[in-house]
């Protein structure tokens, strides 16, 4: 500890950040639940904090002029984990020890979620970690999860800590800091909480990426330059994809028209983001507005359907389409028509009391979560083994838990044969049944629209496909592929 402390000083670090979270050696020395010593460094609170207080020790030796700070679980967040009124007694410790500063959250291996805490937790979802330290030490303390400018200033006013820590939200834009100090803050890019490129790629052993911010990982290899050879563009569809695709090729010199159908731009986020936990999610779409309101070679055309004859595509020098999808609504099963889709009822559609949401996938769950929280009694009813297992099992660990907590009941291994006017008809591992309910919606899945592409190559005209319009994925796979796709112009 002491070496490494000497190396990171040497190179010109000005603070030593200590890792005593997460269960790793630090944090084993200091919980009961793992400590069995019965010598000088198991047992009391001054005994299990030896080892960190050692540690401190040798990281000021070794790196005189460092502030040591020290990352801590003030909640491991399981049974039988340290809960905060022992982390209270530790830290008084630590800071007897001669530690600095000390940074403050929670979780653990085994609630691995509230580590890399996805966008189901909600804002300053473990400020309370901070102010339950802050109250026993008179050091800076820091809080850290899932914090927002906004919120952070809120947190430091109130003064429930002293430091904001911000983790994700400079990966999804690095330059956070510098827009704050210039007065710029509708210009910082927010983190939509999705874990998807950064925590998702670290655990699969690749190089992290982001869901918003595709320079990530190729810093300098991705850089929107200026082109040499300005075109005309033409881009259907005001989603994710189309944006970003508007804001790199405007970004790089190249004349964008952007042509939505509706009112407003943003896609399916304008509706699919309606929920109060996805609010990060749906930032992203005045980010944009400001982005492309600040390019002069860009201009939005909105309440536009554009058809594959519109003589304004023939003139363009590249069209791009980002069409999105469009929900499934499978017609083998009898009776569909009496459901409404799950965009429905993100864009208003009434729903009644008891709920039956067929499809466990992202989008259903995410709904039936929002129903319940609203208090609707809903049913998820998902063919597969389990709801939602395309998704990061990170993220699913706190959905499944709200899911729990708003009551929702899951069918699975459970297939919707029919839905009749006395409720949705299931075939299950306990055989047929009826599921009551008065509002039944279909979360199938979406497909591509892929009609307006193939009418334009039907017409000679060769357009790139880009966003859900190729496949339906995820707002991370439509921005980083409409990126890429715009920087190759
Ligand atoms: C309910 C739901 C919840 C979701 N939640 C998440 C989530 O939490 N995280 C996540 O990462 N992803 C989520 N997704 C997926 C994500 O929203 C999509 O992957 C993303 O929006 C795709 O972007 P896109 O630009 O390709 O398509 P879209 O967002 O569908 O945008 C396409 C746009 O094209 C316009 N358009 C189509 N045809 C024409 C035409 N002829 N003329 C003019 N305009 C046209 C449409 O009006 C639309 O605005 C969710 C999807 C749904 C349905
Ligand atoms: C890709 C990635 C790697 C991380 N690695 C570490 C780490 O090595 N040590 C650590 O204390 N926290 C690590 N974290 C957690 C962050 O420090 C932070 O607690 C977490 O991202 C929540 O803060 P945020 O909501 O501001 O992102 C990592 C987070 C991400 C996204
Ligand atoms: S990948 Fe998603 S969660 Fe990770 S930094 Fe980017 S926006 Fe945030």
Redesign the pocket.
Known sequence: MGEAARRAHEAGFDVVDIHGHTGYLVDQFMSSCWNRRTDEYGGSPENRARFAVECIRAVKENAPDAVVSFRISVNHRFDGGRTRDETQELVRALEAGGLDMILCDDGSYEAMDYVFPP?YLGDDCMVDAAKRVKDVVSIPVGACGNITPDSGEAILQRGDADLIVIGRGLIADPDLVAKLREGRPENVRPC?R?N?LCTGNAFFGKAIGC?VNPEVGYEGVRVISPTDAPRRIAI????????EAARVAGGRGHTVDV????EDI????????APDF?EE?RRMIPWWRTQLDALDTVTVHLG????ADDPRLAEADEVIV????Q?LMPASIPGIERAID??AF?EGAEVGHRVVMCGGG??GA??ALELAEAGHEVVIVEMADEIARDMFMLNRISLLRNLAEAGVRILTGTTVTAIGGDGVHVEGHDGASVLEADTVIA?FG?RP?TG?AEELAAQGISART????VS???????VNDAYELALAL
């Open positions: 966008y939509i999705g998807q869901a259907i569809g005001a989603g994710p994809a189309g944006l042509y939505e159908q509706r943003g896609g399916v986020l304008l509706p699919a983001a996805k999610l536009e359907a554009i058809a980002a069409a999105g999808s929900p799950v965009l993100h992202l989008s995410d709904a979360a979406s629209a307006l880009v966003g859900d319009c339906p994925r995820t707002v991370g796979d439509a």
